[in-house]
């Protein structure tokens, strides 16, 4: 797993709306520890990743480290898909299945 995504931890929280104490208590962690996730001075484990996108609504971190590609890569797709109307669609059959 390529651990230059830490950039975009913050990114999904402050997209959320989160400060990293609302975070910690989100991820049961203490707030030093996100903290060093975001700055990647230390790699979370695969459960806590996972939460931390299901809190945070990045299915494109997630999606990046799922298929070992870059995130800004998955981001840009997702944001291009999203301004096309495509995602709406998708997450709508999602929903049905």
């Known amino acids: 797993m390529d651990f230059a995504t ?6 999904a929280r402050k997209r959320k709306g989160f400060n990293q104490e609302e975070m910690a ?3 049961g962690v203490p707030q030093s520890t ?4 975001e700055t990647g001075k230390l790699h979370p484990r695969a459960d806590d990743l996972i939460k931390w996108c ?8 997630l999606m990046a480290v799922t298929l070992n590609v870059d995130v800004t890569v998955v981001a840009d797709l997702m944001s291009n898909l999203m301004q096309s109307g495509i995602m709406g669609a998708i997450y709508t059959l999602g929903g049905l299945l």
């Open 6 to 11: 830490h950039k975009f931890f913050k990114k």
């Open 34 to 37: 996100v903290s060093r996730w």
């Open 25 to 27: 208590f989100e991820m």
């Open 54 to 61: 299901q809190k945070t609504d990045a299915q494109d971190l």
